[in-house]
């Protein structure tokens, strides 16, 4: 085991408890649809950002930060790449949109959901448990907790105030300043920003290319699935919330 310092990144997915719920007869076109949304985000990072875990409809990352002088520049750094998590989930909620999937609730509905992301700094326990590298402390909870927040807000960045003081915050956001609650922790200095509305997804008016290709995608997942040949331990990464 290993004590680092380093940048807590949480993304989430807003809606998708309410999305499997609302249509569990198109569950498993959800599950297809929630894992491309997952992948957008995963492959818009860099280093210092590493994946460290999937969890359900989010992603924990994680950056280490090896000195206080580079601290600055690796939290811009972060800064920026979270930015570009919302472009790339925009763009590819856009593209699944505009290729007319099919009319089931689960693709008819993709738009409802958004994204929010909780940036933190603080320090974490590295350890590998078999094959999976695993990290630990409080500041992890304290980031996890920060998604219970009391911002009633579907999309925004939510950084704590050790985060901000390093990285100087978004250059073209307003921020707005507060307090949250954690139950056995107290409070927490957070900023907040709330991203503008972004112009309405576009949905394509007949089948394109894309659309055929991802209706087959769709249905040759969903009949693997049903039929048991494709292993649940490929995509155990997306449990259903309760």
Same mark, same amino acid.
């Given at each position: 085991?290993?004590?680092?310092?380093?940048?807590?990144?949480?993304?989430?997915?807003?809606?998708?408890t309410q999305f499997l719920k609302n249509y569990q007869r198109s569950m498993l076109h959800a599950e297809l649809l929630i894992t491309e949304l997952i992948k957008a985000i995963m492959k818009s990072a860099t280093l210092p950002l590493k994946v460290n875990k999937l969890e359900g409809d989010a992603v924990l990352f994680f950056g280490t930060i090896n000195s206080e002088k580079e601290a600055k520049d690796l939290a811009i750094n972060v800064t920026n790449q979270i930015e570009n998590f919302f472009a790339k989930f925009k763009h590819e909620q856009s593209y699944l949109l505009a290729s007319k999937i099919c009319k089931c609730d689960a693709c008819t509905q993709l738009d409802q959901l958004k994204l929010k992301i909780i940036i933190h700094t603080g320090q974490v326990v590295a350890k590998k448990i078999e094959h999976f590298d695993e990290i630990a402390s409080l500041d992890v909870v304290i980031a996890h907790? @920060?998604?219970?927040?009391? $911002?009633?807000?579907?999309?925004?960045? =939510?950084?704590?105030?050790? #985060?901000?003081?390093?990285?100087?915050?978004?250059?073209?956001?307003?921020?707005e300043f507060k307090a949250e609650n954690i139950p056995d922790i107290g409070k927490i200095d957070v900023v907040y920003y709330r991203l503008a509305s972004a112009e309405p997804l576009q949905r394509a008016e007949k089948h394109t290319l894309a659309g055929?290709?991802?209706?087959?995608? @769709?249905?040759?997942?969903? $009949?693997?699935?049903?039929?048991?040949? =494709?292993?649940?331990?490929? #995509?155990?990464?997306?449990?259903?919330?309760?």
């Open positions: 085991m290993e004590v680092k310092t380093g940048i807590i990144v949480l993304a989430d997915i807003s809606g998708y907790d @920060l998604l219970k927040n009391s $911002f009633n807000y579907p999309e925004y960045i =939510l950084m704590t105030r050790d #985060f901000y003081q390093i990285a100087g915050g978004c250059t073209d956001k307003t921020p055929y290709y991802w209706l087959v995608k @769709l249905e040759l997942y969903r $009949f693997l699935r049903i039929c048991h040949l =494709l292993p649940d331990k490929q #995509f155990n990464h997306l449990p259903a919330k309760n």
